[in-house]
């Protein structure tokens, strides 16, 4: 039997859920929009306005900073704090993967590197890697210890420039936050078994400490829809759910895309994807709603991550034409296309299962700040982002009056004071957002 050493299993974060200030309102879909990207260069003081404005949360990712010369934590931090001056409410998570992606660009990992007691090995002592740095060992106390202690560290006495990063630092968005078949088979069950159990209880640590410093979240990453053998076999069906008994947030990052869609006639798994919105509510709803889902969307029918041409040869995401799937786009204005294209599908998508715990992304086609996550207000040709925003997320919304009705297989409507919505998987360009005549833009209720 596969041992823990020091792993003391945290359970105290059930129940605790989210204080009241992460609870949105229901004036505009604005209120509850959340952006996850990572910007290689600083940001200038134009798009950092335009950030500030357009979401209510921001998690800035992995090697952030990086093209200005400046570590993740730093651009993490002192980007917290050019959007903070110029919106004090908007909430910032600190990206940190527990399984070391984008490692290398952070301050913290030479003390990693100095420690090869803390990386993985198999059973057969080989140590595993996450591309070109050694994973972590979640069931080494100091190895936990070092990972939990990096978000909130600063410049190494949890303050940053003389602020305390408990005023800078609302989250942290644990990547890979759920159970990995590390090794290749070379690991036996029982022992990744007791890897998973071991990150949880990192989870929950961390969750303990936010809840402590100033009621902040562990967004673990997430919901998963692959089942099999990616899934915990403790678990089988939850969808990584069961995570929310440590942390006080989850995320949805492939919601409609990837397993969601069958490539071979460029359709919805509707019945994936169905599960996957259950499971959104299912999230939604514990401990009495107090827990906050976040959930990623995306424009079009994901299959594959080539975004832009390279020398693999051109851009390709969508499933192939031949097979009734879109062409994917080639360019910023072919981007620009489709963001405004299938707005109005992950519009309706989302406000079919909102509650006032769930927040929404949506304004990019994957990371990087230039996908169209951030404008560029300087030479708005420069990048995909509709130069327009997004109107609907303006215009008046008001309070659901009840739960999303199922009207025909893989069909729902929900009906808002202001708004009908309209979700329709087996037809995605027939779902929409309709606005009744007095929905106008709510102009000072919104953050926009």
Known sequence: MWKLTGLLLVTTVLGVGASAGWQHGWDTTAVMTFADYN?????????????????????????????????????????????????????????????????SCYGANAEF?????????????????????????????????????????????????????????DGVLADSGGFERYGAGNISVARLEALQDAKFSMLGELQATLTAANGGMVMANGISMYGGANADP????????QVLDFTNAIMNEHTAVFECVNSANASFNVETVSRDLDTILAA????????????????????????????????????????????????????????????????????????????????????PSTTGIVACPEDPTSCPAPPEWYPDLTRSL???????????????????????????????NASAVTFKPTAEPAGSTSVV
């Open 398 to 428: 008001g309070a659901p009056l009840g739960p999303r009705t199922l009207v025909s297989p893989y069909v729902w409507s929900r009906e808002f004071e202001h708004a009908t919505v309209h979700l329709d998987l087996n037809r995605p």
């Open 113 to 169: 590197m100095a420690h090869p007691e803390w990386w993985l090995k198999d059973d057969h002592g080989n140590v595993l890697m996450h591309a070109n740095n050694p994973l972590m060992d979640c069931t080494n106390p100091a190895a936990r210890a070092w990972w939990q202690s990096i978000p909130m560290k600063g410049d190494g006495n949890g303050t940053y420039h003389g602020t305390p990063v408990s005023e800078l630092i």
């Open 284 to 367: 939604a709803h514990m401990a009495n709603g107090t827990k906050v889902v976040f959930v990623q969307t995306w424009p079009g029918l994901y299959t594959n991550t080539q975004f832009t041409p390279s020398a693999k040869g051109p851009a390709k995401v969508y499933p192939p034409v031949a097979n009734g799937g879109a062409p994917s786009p080639q360019n910023n204005a072919e981007w620009r296309d489709a963001l405004r294209a299938n707005f109005g599908f992950a519009h309706a998508l989302f406000l079919s299962i909102a509650e006032a715990n769930t927040y929404w992304f949506y304004g990019g086609y994957w990371y």
């Open 234 to 241: 403790r678990h089988p069906g939850g969808n990584n759910i």
């Open 39 to 103: 910007s290689d260069k600083l940001l200038t003081d134009a798009q950092a306005r335009f950030v500030a404005a357009k979401y209510r949360v921001v998690s800035l990712e992995k090697c952030t900073g990086f093209a200005s010369n400046v570590k993740t934590e730093d651009a993490i931090y002192g980007t917290a704090q050019q959007l903070k001056k110029i919106n004090p409410d908007v909430k910032i998570f600190f990206y940190l993967a527990t399984d070391q992606q984008g490692i």
